[in-house]
């Protein structure tokens, strides 16, 4: 099994900036890819930055581009999502999710999932 766990969700002023962790453990796949996920309440899951772990090369969603950036540590097995620019509509529970091959961006193609660390950005 994979556990994943996520921190560094916060309050932030519109225009800020956040660091979101997450941290892999277990029996991990030599090369998963791993993603970011938010939902905001009422919303369906949405697909945030994924990043293949052979090779790093990276994917995001629109409305992520520009302000995101997913990143890994090798050594630690842990990725980060670096958020700026924030905005009242980056409001959301944010989820790391890992899964065996290439980055998809549907919730339905990833096998571990971790509890999710809540965003909140005030106006």
């Known amino acids: 099994q994979v556990q994943l766990v996520e921190s560094g969700g916060g309050l932030v002023q519109a225009g800020g900036s956040l660091r979101l962790s997450c941290a892999a453990s277990?029996?991990?796949?030599?090369?998963?890819?791993m993603a970011w996920f938010r939902q905001a309440p009422g919303k369906e899951r949405e697909f945030v930055a994924g990043l293949n772990w052979s090779g790093g090369s990276t994917y995001y969603a629109d409305s992520a581009k520009g302000r995101f950036t997913i990143s890994r540590d090798n050594g630690k097995n842990m990725i980060y999502l670096q958020m700026s620019s924030l905005k009242p509509e980056d409001t959301a529970l944010y989820y790391c999710a890992m899964r065996i091959g290439a980055v998809v961006t549907t919730t339905g193609g990833y096998d571990y999932w971790g509890q999710g660390t809540q965003v909140t950005v005030s106006s």
């Open positions: 277990g029996r991990i796949f030599r090369y998963p890819a």
